[in-house]
């Protein structure tokens, strides 16, 4: 059996087209976090943060945090449960930039708890990073 990515990303089931299925983790953000080969866009970035999140992967929410604003630590909230990513747009402002607005939802202590934000990207040297965000 395949484990579904944590980001949600789903594909058309050829057989059904009316019904989805996730996207197995291998063949959605597990390339990215495994750093075999760079997220290719924000949107895909922001997916695969996501995905770090669920799976407390510090080392990869340092590495593709622009190192203008990145933390020199991160810490997980214990008995966090990441319960869905659902992303509201993708806006490509130029070549090396773009916006991703996202809404995260979280339960911590019992109680479930909502990130909604607009994400800034920058893409140097080929690589996405991303940069900060503003929360609604």
């Known amino acids: 059996m395949t484990t579904p990515c944590p980001c949600g990303r789903t594909s058309a089931n050829s057989a059904k087209p009316a019904k989805t299925q ?3 983790f ?3 953000c597990g390339p990215y976090l495994n750093e075999s080969v760079p997220a290719p866009d924000a949107h ?3 997916r695969s943060r996501y995905s770090a999140f669920v799976l407390q992967r510090a080392d990869y929410l340092l590495a593709t945090w622009h190192a203008s604003t990145r933390p020199a630590a991160l810490d997980f909230a214990p008995g966090a449960k990441w319960l869905g990513l659902d992303v509201r747009s993708h806006r490509v402002l130029d070549a090396d930039h773009a916006e991703v607005e996202f ?4 339960r911590e202590a019992g109680r479930a708890t909502r990130l909604h934000e607009r994400s800034r990207f920058v893409r140097e040297s080929e690589r996405w990073f991303y940069v900060d965000g503003d929360q609604f």
């Open 22 to 24: 996730p996207l197995p």
């Open 26 to 28: 291998f063949a959605c």
């Open 44 to 46: 895909a970035l922001m």
């Open 103 to 106: 809404v995260a939802r979280c």
